[in-house]
């Protein structure tokens, strides 16, 4: 891009002015879910239009070009994702489940693979330094994701994370992103045995998926905690979603979500809704698959696909 001075440089807008770039995720990030097409009744959100998957996955690239801005948007793509898997939990108890909620949050979740895949394919560095800072970042951003999920705005619906004052850089300092000072210090790929995997194989997605409707129902006291595995459970507590291993989460979560009143065959519907907002952005995603570079492919829809609703037919939403 150019340089002040008007010469040319292969450095990203992140390298030549961070500040920049932390000012537009901050101004972003509560409009993640609007990014990736969810209707405005579905967030806290209004009249942020229509921006389509091929903008969206230019703007979470750009982000990611500085680590501390990268770091906010993905983590609120990420909470914001969590936050319509346990909406649709605690609504499906009333037998108000919107399935759509599936699709928002698997297409969240690939907005944030799309990005950190492509602006780290284009950095100039070896392919396994590639994946470790794809590694380092998706580690701030799960960090980023918690702290926006467990510490803000839970009065309310849904515990919906939005607003200006949520997104500030008091976040990046809440989940140890950046210091004090404002200076990006990043969380180990490996802290506290965090998985970086949990949202990129389908099984593990929809893994992620289960512990997010088994947090909400916990949270919100609708699943005690005695029915739940004992070593699920820490202080009276569901423990972190990185503490309980797929292997796990596949055996159990589907018999004590139907348990507690979200029957396997309702679950197994959100799951391959989430999974098909997942493959809105498959074709351009992951580049530790050597998939299309989503800055310079030529994408097949300018608009996010239609959504289907329960009896089959499409809508767009």
Same mark, same amino acid.
């Not at 993640?32 to 091929?54: I, K, N, Q, R, Y």
């Not at 994370?161 to 997104?167: D, S």
């Given at each position: 891009?150019?340089?002040?001075?008007?010469?040319?440089?292969?450095?990203?807008?992140?390298?030549?002015?961070?500040?920049?770039?932390?000012?537009?995720?901050?101004?972003?990030?509560?409009?993640?879910?609007?990014?990736?097409?969810?209707?405005?009744?579905?967030?806290?959100?209004?009249?942020?239009?229509?921006?389509?998957?091929?903008?969206?996955?230019?703007?979470?690239?750009?982000?990611?070009?500085?680590?501390?801005?990268? /770091?906010?948007?993905?983590?609120? /793509?990420? $909470? %914001?994702?969590?936050?319509?898997?346990?909406?649709?939990?605690? *609504?499906?108890?009333?037998?108000?489940?919107?399935?759509?909620? #599936?699709?928002?949050?698997?297409?969240? %979740?690939?907005? &944030?693979?799309?990005?950190?895949?492509? /602006? +780290?394919?284009?950095?100039?560095?070896?392919? %396994? =330094?590639? @994946?470790?800072?794809?590694?380092?970042?998706?580690?701030?951003?799960? $960090?980023?994701?918690?702290?926006?999920?467990?510490?803000?705005?839970?009065?309310?619906?849904?515990?919906? &994370?939005?607003?200006?004052?949520?997104?500030? =850089?008091?976040?990046?300092?809440?989940?140890? @992103?950046?210091?004090?000072?404002?200076?990006?210090?990043?969380?180990?790929?490996? @802290?506290?045995?965090? *998985?970086?995997?949990?949202?990129?194989?389908?099984?593990?997605?929809?893994?992620?998926?289960?512990?997010?409707?088994?947090?909400?129902?916990?949270?919100?006291?609708?699943?005690?905690?005695?029915?739940?595995?004992?070593?699920?459970?820490?202080?009276?507590?569901?423990?972190?979603?990185?503490?309980?291993?797929?292997?796990?989460?596949?055996?159990?979560?589907?018999? @004590?979500? =139907?348990?507690?009143?979200?029957?396997?065959? &309702?679950?197994?519907? +959100?799951?391959?809704?989430?999974?098909?907002?997942? %493959?809105?952005?498959?074709?351009?995603?992951?580049?530790?698959?050597?998939?299309?570079?989503?800055?310079?492919?030529?994408?097949?829809? /300018?608009?996010?696909?239609?959504?289907?609703?329960?009896? #089959?037919?499409?809508?767009?939403?």
């Amino acid at each position: 891009m150019p340089e002040p001075g008007g010469s040319l440089s292969d450095r990203t807008l992140g390298e030549i002015n961070p500040r920049a770039v932390q000012s537009f995720s901050e101004a972003l990030a509560p409009y993640a879910s609007d990014m990736a097409g969810a209707d405005e009744h579905a967030t806290p959100t209004h009249g942020f239009g229509d921006l389509g998957p091929v903008p969206a996955t230019r703007v979470f690239t750009l982000l990611d070009t500085d680590p501390a801005a990268g /770091a906010l948007i993905n983590g609120a /793509a990420l $909470a %914001q994702a969590t936050d319509f898997d346990r909406r649709f939990a605690l *609504d499906q108890l009333g037998g108000e489940g919107k399935y759509t909620y #599936g699709t928002y949050s698997g297409r969240l %979740q690939s907005l &944030v693979e799309v990005g950190l895949s492509s /602006a +780290y394919e284009n950095e100039r560095m070896t392919e %396994q =330094a590639a @994946i470790d800072s794809r590694n380092q970042y998706r580690s701030d951003a799960f $960090a980023v994701a918690q702290t926006l999920v467990t510490g803000t705005v839970t009065a309310l619906p849904g515990g919906m &994370v939005t607003g200006p004052i949520v997104y500030s =850089a008091g976040v990046l300092v809440d989940s140890e @992103i950046i210091d004090a000072e404002g200076q990006y210090v990043g969380r180990p790929s490996g @802290i506290d045995g965090l *998985d970086t995997s949990m949202y990129l194989t389908e099984s593990s997605a929809q893994n992620t998926i289960r512990y997010n409707m088994l947090r909400g129902l916990s949270d919100s006291e609708h699943l005690e905690a005695s029915t739940l595995p004992i070593d699920w459970i820490e202080n009276g507590t569901l423990n972190e979603r990185n503490s309980i291993s797929d292997t796990e989460l596949t055996r159990e979560a589907t018999w @004590i979500l =139907a348990d507690a009143g979200i029957p396997r065959d &309702v679950q197994g519907t +959100y799951l391959i809704t989430a999974a098909a907002g997942s %493959q809105d952005l498959r074709n351009i995603i992951y580049a530790d698959q050597r998939m299309v570079n989503p800055v310079s492919a030529r994408y097949s829809s /300018a608009t996010w696909s239609p959504l289907e609703v329960d009896d #089959g037919t499409t809508h767009s939403e």
